[in-house]
């Protein structure tokens, strides 16, 4: 089965009316974790962003990175590198990644299951607090967004599944 499909299985999401997404995101958004889990985080955010940069650096289906500057407008529309280590990323960036990984986290805390509508509502999330890509390519839907954008947010729920379900497990 192709997740990106208008299928039946989630034509709702094309459907689902703007407040509707927003009372969901704002419900996860207001969920309480422990205190590890923002540590947690970070780590995950780092480690997103580290994987994010090695498939980034890999050029026309190549195996060889490159560090080479890849530039985007910050909130000021300033171009910013962000093919950087995490720890050197200017805040707003740390920031963006830590707090869609904490949605992440929260949205599994709370028992979404429902993978299709979990990747729709993480890009939700990321439209709402990216203010510096509103009306861009990627201020669309997820199953609109292009492919490796999709796997994007796939991944990233991918990795604090598998964290929660660790801290779950007790390893």
Known sequence: MNIYSNNKSNNYIDIMP??????IIDNISST????????????IASIFHDVWRISWGKKNGSNQYTDEPFYVNDT??????????YNDLPKQFTDLNY?????????????????QLCYFL??????????????????????????????????????????????????
């Open 32 to 43: 309480k974790l422990k205190p590890e889990h923002y540590d947690l985080a970070v780590h």
């Open 99 to 115: 707090n869609i990984i904490m949605f992440t986290l929260k949205m599994i805390h709370k028992n979404k299951t429902d993978r």
């Open 122 to 171: 993480i890009n939700e999330y990321r439209r709402i607090i990216n203010t510096s890509a509103r009306g861009g390519n990627l201020d669309v839907i997820f199953n609109k967004l292009p492919e490796k954008e999709k796997h994007k947010y796939i991944d990233i729920y991918n990795l604090c599944f598998s964290f929660m379900s660790k801290k779950i497990n007790g390893s």
């Open 76 to 85: 000021f529309n300033i171009k910013t590198n962000v093919n950087v280590p």
């Open 18 to 23: 703007h407040e509707t997404t927003l009372g």
